[in-house]
């Protein structure tokens, strides 16, 4: 009687999951770091019947998903706390990530080289940065879900029925999942997704007649549908990169678009081996079809880089996909599923390198290599469920600054003057320069004290607020001894706004018609 084969827990998942702890740790930090996304998906997240779209405009293709803040609602629930929500709703895609793409790639790489792939996965600066420098939440969330549509796509070419049907209904669901997360990228990787798995499935007479067939109705579908969507944002043909920034740790507007040297220098000594192999006669139908991915995934590595480039720009035009993305290096996010099974190909390709003292090597490699991206800044403000409010400047689509809480002190009765601390967050870069009005009003309305100058003194104007950054602003207001005695007890109230003042035109603050903050002084 032929014994069943044993199911068990594969060793290398547990080993996985804590290579991943680095990526996770900045996340048990207190407080929340300062993204160039703010506290938006917080917000986000505890407003769930508004989400995506909280404080901002809905946009169908460019914008986030729905499905990210409901797989953040368990844990506001369980937390009561939209902040830890959120850091949980990252881990949990940074640890998913990572097990699916090990789950991938394991049977074509085996363990080891899985392992590594898993860990260039996960580290890459652009992925790490997209959780802590972004706070991009639904692309975070993206990284999850493409490797279990690549699984179910190798899964598709093994016989039987229950594991096709299997198959099936994973890739197809995960699949509809990353249209539910963020559409735009979802929709662009859909012609890789349909090219891996023809070129995956095997060689047959068809194939190249395949590919190109299913390839061009993707490609058309696609082409449709972005003809029929809003054009390109102004800003997008100025997003290009220069190819140094794709390797240099170099910061433009306070983002690093480095792919990762480990990742990239793994990729070649993977594809220089490649090259290099002793020829096999005759090649055998596992060496074929391990030539044709390797060589899918450099063909697309390139790809991706290439649409970066300013040398793109007539690509991105003339097929309109530059209506999916508001900027083209959104499409880095791809790039880590060439990056990771090209890095994990060089423990198969040399046998020396699949020892325990040289791949444990490779592996801390690749995590020190990520250390400066690991380091975000963090602040200790918690806003809770909203902002106090959101002002939105005369030429902005969208609310671009949050006023995030206020403090006021000697707040019983007024004294010889009151201070105001206000907490301010950009969540977009704010064009021109505004000045802050802070008024004091009596019960009537009556203005008994105002003070009206640029944020810190002027040493912080608005147009220098990084996104994300928490701007911290004191103002004191001076009563004069004459109005301090016809001054009756309260209550008293506090009138904030910004305006520009060449014109006098004051931000929009949402909810209001007067553009102006009411706070109460207790």
């Not at 909280?54 to 460019?62: D, K």
Request: glycine share 8%; aromatic share 10%.
């Amino acid at each position: 009687m032929m014994a069943k084969p044993s199911r068990h827990l594969d060793p290398a998942w547990i080993l996985v999951l804590l290579l991943t702890t680095f990526a996770v740790a900045p996340l048990a930090y207190p407080g929340f770091f300062e993204a160039q996304s703010g506290f938006l998906p917080v917000f986000n997240a505890t407003h769930l019947s508004e989400a995506p779209s909280w404080g901002r405009l809905a946009e169908p293709f460019q914008g986030e998903g729905k499905l990210p803040y409901i797989l953040a609602w368990p844990f506001l629930r369980l937390t009561g706390s939209g902040v830890a929500a959120v850091k949980w709703g990252y881990a949990l895609a940074l640890l998913a990530g990572a097990l699916g793409i090990y789950t991938w790639s394991r049977p074509r790489l085996g363990t080891k080289g899985g392992v590594l792939a898993a860990v260039v996965y996960t580290y890459l600066p652009w992925h790490l940065s997209t959780v802590y420098v972004r706070g991009a939440y639904a692309e975070a969330w993206l990284w999850a879900l493409w490797p279990p549509i690549l699984w179910a796509i190798d899964r598709l070419n093994r016989p039987g029925l229950p594991s096709r049907a299997v198959a099936l209904v994973t890739g197809l669901g995960f699949l509809a999942a990353t249209f539910w997360t963020q559409p735009g990228l979802a929709a662009l990787a859909v012609p890789l997704l349909v090219a891996y798995g023809v070129l995956a499935s095997g060689p047959h007479p068809w194939s190249l007649l395949h590919l190109v067939e299913t390839l061009g109705l993707a490609l058309l579908a696609l082409w449709l549908l972005a003809h029929r969507l809003p054009g390109a944002q102004a800003s997008f043909a100025e997003q290009f990169l220069s190819p140094f920034q794709l390797l240099s740790p170099a910061v433009r507007d306070g983002l690093s678009f480095q792919l990762g040297v480990a990742g990239i220098g793994l990729s070649i000594v993977a594809v220089a081996l490649w090259l290099g192999r002793p020829a096999e006669a005759p090649a055998s139908p596992a060496g074929r079809s391990l030539g044709r991915v390797v060589w899918f995934w450099l063909a697309t590595l390139l790809l991706l880089v290439l649409l970066n480039l300013p040398l793109s720009t007539w690509l991105w035009q003339a097929t309109g996909f530059d209506a999916f993305l508001t900027y083209p290096w959104q499409v880095l996010a791809l790039c880590g599923l060439p990056l990771a099974y090209l890095s994990g190909l060089v423990i198969r390709l040399d046998d020396r390198l699949a020892t325990l003292p040289a791949w444990a090597g490779l592996v801390a490699l690749v995590v020190l290599a990520s250390y400066p991206t690991l380091s975000p800044n963090f602040t200790q403000v918690d806003p809770g469920p909203e902002p106090v409010a959101l002002l939105q400047p005369a030429e902005a689509s969208n609310p671009q600054i949050f006023l995030l809480d206020y403090e006021v002190t000697a707040a019983t009765e007024i004294t010889a003057s009151l201070a105001l601390t206000l907490t301010w967050q950009a969540v977009q870069p704010v064009a021109d320069d505004h000045t802050v009005f802070v008024h004091l009003l009596g019960g009537d309305n009556a203005k008994i004290a105002q003070v009206d100058r640029r944020p810190c003194g002027g040493e912080c104007p608005t147009s220098t607020w990084m996104p994300g950054q928490i701007i911290r602003d004191r103002y004191e207001l001076e009563l004069a001894p004459a109005a301090e005695a016809d001054v009756a007890p309260g209550p008293y109230r506090l009138a904030i706004g910004l305006y520009l003042l060449d014109s006098g035109e004051r931000a929009q603050v949402i909810g209001r018609q007067d553009g102006t903050v009411i706070l109460d002084v207790q």
